[in-house]
C-alpha cells in the first residue's frame, strides 16, 4: 500500500466516525400525480411569499407551471440554466434573487436547475465567500432559504443530496460544493412532469440514478443499514421499470417508481458517496460538456469490471434481487449483473465509449478524477494514475 493510499483509507475510516455524529436528515418528500400543485402552500406555511423560480423554458411553458405559479402572489423566474451548470450562472441566479427581494426557492428541472439553485443558495446565504472557497466538504454551513426541489428527470437525485456541482468558468473543471445545508426542504416528485421526457433522457438519466446507487452500494465504508437497503430498492426499482418508461414514455406507474428509485439512489450516495465512476464522468462532462447520466452509464460497467473480485459478493446479491442470476458462483453472477447493465445501454442505444477524447486531455482528466476521488470518496478500490489511465482507454473508441 502506498502512502497516498494509506492517507485515504485512514481519511475516509475517520471521516466515516465523524459522519455518524453529523445531523443527517431527509427533505420531506411529497409524492404523487399532481402534487407539484401543493407548492405555493407548502411555501405559505413556511412564511415564504416570493420565491426565486429555476426552471427550463420548456418547463416554464408548461400548463402545470402556469397553474402552480397562479397561485403565487409574486415570483421571480430564472430559465436560462445550461447544462453542467456554471458557477457564472449560479452567480446570475443570486443577483437576481437579491434584485428581486425574493425569500425562498423553488428549483424545477433535472439536476442542472437543481444544482444551479442550490449553489446560488449557497451565495445567498454565505455572501463571504464564493463557490470555489465553498467547494468540498461542510463549508457553507448555514441554513438556506426554503428550498423545494422538483425533478422532471429521474436521474440526478439532487432533490435529496447534500452536493451543488458546478462548472468552473474559466478552467472547466468540475466541483462540487457539498454540504448538509444544501439538502432541499421539499421534494416534490409528481410523476406528470417525467411524461414528456424523450426515451434517450430518460435512459441516460435513469442509468444515472443506477450509478448512484451502485457506488453507494460497493462503497468501501461510509454506509449504513439504511443506505445499504435504499440502495438495493432503487438498484430493483430501475431494472424493474427503467426499460418499460424508456419504450413508454406515458406510462405513469414507471414513471412514479422512477422517480421513488432516484429519490432512494440520491440519499444512499448523500451519505455512503460515489466513487471513480463519477470521478472521471465529471471531467468529461467540464471538458467536452458531456451530459452526466451518459458519462456514468457509458463507465458504470467498466469501472465496476475493474474493480474486480473486491465487489462480486454485492454484485453477486444485486443479481439475485433483481432476478438476473439466481444460481452460480459469486463470480459467475456478478459476471451475469454486469452483463445485464451492458445489456440495458445497448437495448436504450447508449454507446460503449466515445470517440472525442483527445490524448492531449487525458494527463488533466486524470488529475482532475485523481483530485476529486482521493482521499473523499470511500471507493472499494484505490485508483492511481496509471489505473485512471487504464479505464479511461477503456472507453475511448
Not at 229 to 246: D, H, M, T, W
Not at 375 to 390: C, E, H, K, M, S
Amino acid at each position: 500500500m502506498s502512502l497516498k493510499q494509506a492517507y485515504c483509507r485512514t481519511f475516509q475510516f475517520v471521516f466515516d466516525k465523524g459522519a455518524r455524529l453529523l445531523p443527517w436528515r431527509k427533505p420531506v418528500c411529497i409524492s404523487g400525480s399532481g402534487c407539484f400543485q401543493r407548492i405555493p402552500a407548502l411555501l405559505a406555511q413556511a412564511g415564504a411569499v416570493h420565491p426565486m423560480i429555476v426552471a427550463s423554458r420548456r418547463q416554464a411553458a408548461a400548463d402545470a407551471f402556469s397553474a402552480m405559479t397562479g397561485q403565487l402572489p409574486d415570483f421571480s423566474l430564472f430559465s436560462d440554466v445550461e447544462a453542467n451548470p456554471s458557477v457564472d450562472t449560479a452567480e446570475k441566479i443570486a443577483a437576481q434573487y437579491r434584485r428581486d427581494g425574493c425569500d425562498s426557492f423553488i428549483a424545477i428541472g433535472g439536476g442542472s436547475p437543481m444544482d444551479a439553485a442550490k449553489a446560488a443558495a449557497a451565495r445567498i446565504v454565505r455572501p463571504d465567500r464564493s463557490l470555489a472557497q465553498m467547494g468540498g466538504l461542510l463549508k457553507v454551513g448555514r441554513a438556506l432559504p426554503p428550498f423545494a426541489a422538483v425533478p422532471t428527470t429521474a436521474g440526478t437525485g439532487s432533490e435529496t443530496t447534500i452536493a451543488a456541482v458546478v462548472t468552473d468558468s474559466v478552467t472547466h473543471r468540475k466541483y462540487a460544493v457539498t454540504d448538509l445545508q444544501l439538502i432541499p426542504r421539499w421534494a416534490v416528485l409528481d410523476p406528470e412532469l417525467t411524461l414528456s421526457l424523450p426515451p434517450a433522457i430518460t435512459a441516460q438519466t435513469g442509468m444515472d440514478a443506477l450509478t448512484h446507487a451502485l457506488e453507494a452500494y460497493v462503497s468501501w465504508t461510509y454506509n449504513t443499514s439504511e443506505t445499504l437497503l435504499l440502495a438495493e430498492k432503487a438498484v430493483c426499482g430501475i431494472f424493474q421499470y427503467l426499460e418499460r418508461a424508456y419504450r413508454n414514455g406515458s406510462d405513469l406507474k414507471a414513471r412514479q417508481e422512477l422517480l421513488l428509485a432516484s429519490y432512494r439512489a440520491g440519499f444512499a450516495f448523500t451519505r455512503a458517496g460515489v466513487g471513480n465512476v463519477h470521478a472521471i464522468a465529471h471531467t468529461l462532462g467540464g471538458l467536452y460538456n458531456t451530459p452526466h447520466g451518459l458519462a456514468n452509464a457509458v463507465l458504470l460497467p467498466v469501472v465496476l469490471e475493474d474493480y474486480g473480485e473486491v465487489i462480486y459478493s454485492k454484485l453477486a446479491r444485486l443479481s439475485y434481487l433483481t432476478g438476473t442470476s439466481m444460481t452460480g458462483s459469486e463470480a459467475q453472477r456478478a459476471g451475469d449483473f454486469l452483463a445485464a447493465i451492458r445489456g440495458m445501454n445497448q437495448r436504450m442505444g447508449i454507446p460503449a465509449g466515445f470517440s472525442f477524447i483527445r490524448d492531449e486531455d487525458i494527463p488533466r482528466m486524470i488529475s482532475w478524477a485523481d483530485a476529486e476521488a482521493n482521499p473523499v470518496y470511500p471507493v472499494p478500490v484505490f485508483y492511481d494514475p496509471q489505473r485512471f489511465y487504464r479505464v479511461i482507454q477503456k472507453i475511448r473508441l
